[in-house]
């Protein structure tokens, strides 16, 4: 036999190994159903719902229904986000699957969609005492040749937690208990605000919205100084758009020995008092309205200009009411950064005043007068 049919025959027994080990791993795959698309939880009402946990052990978020809302349990009970908590629900049920990719429990661990190894497990649970699961998903890896994401129903019934499904239209879940929390404390437009006042150990200044300006006015500046004008702009605007990092029910030990005052245009004053704890800066708000005239009808046609202004009053004073009600008892952690804009000194909004030049008077002529170039001096 020459070197080229030796050649060829090697050819052909690589081919014949490499098949052989193709065809071995193939037959110990698990087995795929393919079917219609069909929803992955069927029959879940979500007014069932007891109790929501997204995660496992020490990272679990459990968000619970207090009559028809829900709070988020691991941040003392705070009010949770309807509209996230109705897409979490929502995305979950939209799961759609239409390939059984195995309904053995031996593949789970490979498949990542055991609770230890699952990119995201949501349960969703009956109401307390007795808290059962519902339903739930537990989300495992990416498939390995195609698009899609391998899923697992949670459920009672072992032979429909067993089986694994892929579909491609995983949700991206929320796992943070923040992420269920509204972030943003206050919220106060520019033009809306007449004065902000800011005390501390150290004394109060005030800042004012100057009339038919976007200019801020620092009153009782002391002598010799002048405004920063960015830096009081910082402060001035400081509540506009005010965000927490953290919640938790007041504690007893912090001392709030600093303040700040916003007075909004419509008689609606927030008062922020602020803490500090090692690195840390909490805040407790309150918000008064201060115009304690009723609103009443005058008489019996009212113009179009002074219904509004009626309007306007009864819906400023009703969000004075609710956002009393839902930050009464809270402290909230808010950023370094944020803080620095509600505690900053007098100190740091003025700088030296600039010192006009000194006006030099006619100068001496030189007691030697320059003689004109070229003409020669004289002996």
């Not at 429990?105 to 109401?127: G, I, S």
């Not at 002598?223 to 990092?245: Q, V, W, Y």
């Not at 007098?346 to 006006?359: A, R, T």
């Amino acid at each position: 036999m020459n070197n080229k049919n030796l050649t060829i025959l090697g050819i052909v027994t690589v081919l014949m190994v490499t098949w052989a080990v193709v065809q071995s791993r193939v037959s110990s795959r698990p087995r795929t159903e393919l079917g219609v698309l069909s929803y992955l939880i069927q029959g879940l009402d979500p007014t069932d719902i007891g109790s929501i946990v997204v995660g496992t052990g020490e990272d679990a978020v459990t968000m619970k229904r207090i009559g028809k809302h829900f709070v988020v349990a691991n941040k003392d009970n705070y009010p949770a986000v309807t509209s996230t908590i109705s897409e979490l629900i929502t995305s979950c049920l939209d799961i759609k699957t239409a390939e059984l990719y195995t309904d053995e429990a031996a593949y789970h661990e490979d498949l990542e969609v055991t609770e230890e190894k699952a990119r995201t497990v949501v349960k969703f649970m009956t109401p307390e005492p007795n808290s059962t699961v519902l339903a739930g998903i537990v989300v495992g890896k990416a498939k390995e040749l195609g698009e899609g994401t391998y899923v697992r129903l949670v459920s009672g019934d072992k032979v429909l937690s067993d089986k694994v499904y892929v579909t491609s239209n995983v949700p991206w879940i929320k796992n943070g208990a923040m992420d269920y929390i509204e972030q943003e404390l206050v919220s106060v437009n520019r033009d809306d605000i007449n004065s902000v006042t800011v005390t501390s150990s150290d004394g109060e200044y005030t800042l004012k919205a100057k009339q038919d300006s976007k200019d801020v006015v620092l009153e009782n500046i002391p002598a010799g100084k002048t405004a920063k004008s960015s830096e009081c702009d910082r402060i001035f605007t400081a509540l506009s758009n005010l965000r927490i990092d953290d919640v938790k029910k007041k504690p007893a030990d912090l001392t709030f020995d600093r303040q700040y005052v916003c007075r909004l245009k419509d008689s609606t004053v927030y008062t922020v008092k602020i803490a500090q704890k090692g690195e840390k800066t909490y805040v407790n708000c309150e918000a008064v309205f201060t115009d304690q005239a009723p609103v009443t009808k005058e008489r019996e046609v009212e113009s179009e200009e002074e219904l509004k202004k009626k309007e306007a009053k009864l819906l400023a004073l009703d969000k004075v009411r609710v956002f009393s009600a839902k930050h009464q008892g809270w402290v909230y952690e808010i950023a370094e950064w944020k803080a620095k804009d509600l505690t900053k000194d007098l100190s740091e909004l003025v700088e030296d005043q600039e010192k006009p030049e000194e006006v030099k008077g006619p100068q001496e002529p030189n007691s030697v007068m320059e003689k004109p170039s070229g003409e020669p001096n004289s002996m």
